[in-house]
């Protein structure tokens, strides 16, 4: 059973930096694409990132520029570095990953959430 743990939320000013962490369990983490979605209240989740198992990257327009997305393979962790945080990016952050080494389609494994909130 794959489990992903998510860790580094919490409260941050506006224009400040924050940087969540997943760590991933099992064999899958090396071969796998890894990513992360956040959801806001009242909103639907969207997508916000995302890295392949040959560490091609993928961005949201709303973030690309500020967050950067890495992976350490010795660690089985994926980081989600965020810069420069706007109320907007209020929301709670979930760690995923797809089935394949590539992000195509719903990915397979979610981890629980970790609340990021930004404050004017």
């Known amino acids: 059973q794959v489990q992903l743990v998510e860790s580094g939320g919490g409260l941050v000013q506006a224009g400040g930096s924050l940087r969540l962490s997943c760590a991933a369990s099992g064999s899958m983490f090396r071969s796998n694409a890894m990513g992360w979605y956040r959801q806001a209240p009242g909103k639907q989740r969207e997508w916000v990132a995302a890295?392949?198992?040959?560490?091609?990257?993928k961005y949201a327009g709303s973030v690309k520029g500020r967050f950067t997305i890495s992976r350490d393979n010795t660690q089985n962790t994926v980081y989600l570095q965020m810069n420069s945080l706007k109320p907007e990016d209020t929301a709670v952050y979930y760690c995923n990953a797809w089935s394949g080494s590539s992000y195509v389609g719903v990915p397979r494994y979610w981890g629980q959430g970790t609340q990021v909130t930004v404050y004017s």
């Open positions: 890295i392949t198992s040959g560490r091609d990257l």
